[in-house]
């Protein structure tokens, strides 16, 4: 059983910053590449960021590119998402996600690209 616990989220104001975390268990965590994505209210989730398994390459929405950096510790079974310049339109719940086919990278974008989700934490960027 895969489980993704998200941490790090809290109400920050522009321009400030967060690091969210999300620990990986019931998985070769180092054989997974991952991705964050983000759900406002009333809106659909979307993708925000994704890494490979090794780490070695990443991609980007354009919303959140040269703002947010996305990396992993395998060691530790955890990826990271560092969020800088956080506009309030940044406001939303921050989930993880794992990619359902192990040493595979094809940048997925879409929600029905990865399997196991974690429960989400709350990012509220006041103006």
């Known amino acids: 059983q895969v489980q993704l616990v998200e941490s790090g989220g809290g109400l920050v104001q522009a321009g400030g910053s967060l690091r969210l975390s999300c620990a990986a268990s019931?998985?070769?965590?180092?054989?997974?590449?991952m991705g964050w994505f983000r759900q406002a209210p009333g809106k659909e989730r979307e993708f925000v960021a994704a890494i490979s398994w090794s780490g070695s390459s990443t991609y980007y929405a354009d919303s959140v590119k040269g703002r947010f950096t996305i990396s992993r510790d395998n060691a530790k079974n955890t990826v990271y998402l560092q969020m800088n310049s956080l506009k309030p339109e940044d406001t939303a719940v921050y989930y993880c996600a794992t990619d359902p086919s192990p040493r595979r990278w094809r940048a997925a974008t879409r929600v029905h690209e990865y399997t196991y989700w974690g429960q989400g934490t709350q990012v509220t960027v006041s103006s």
């Open positions: 019931g998985q070769t965590f180092s054989s997974y590449s």
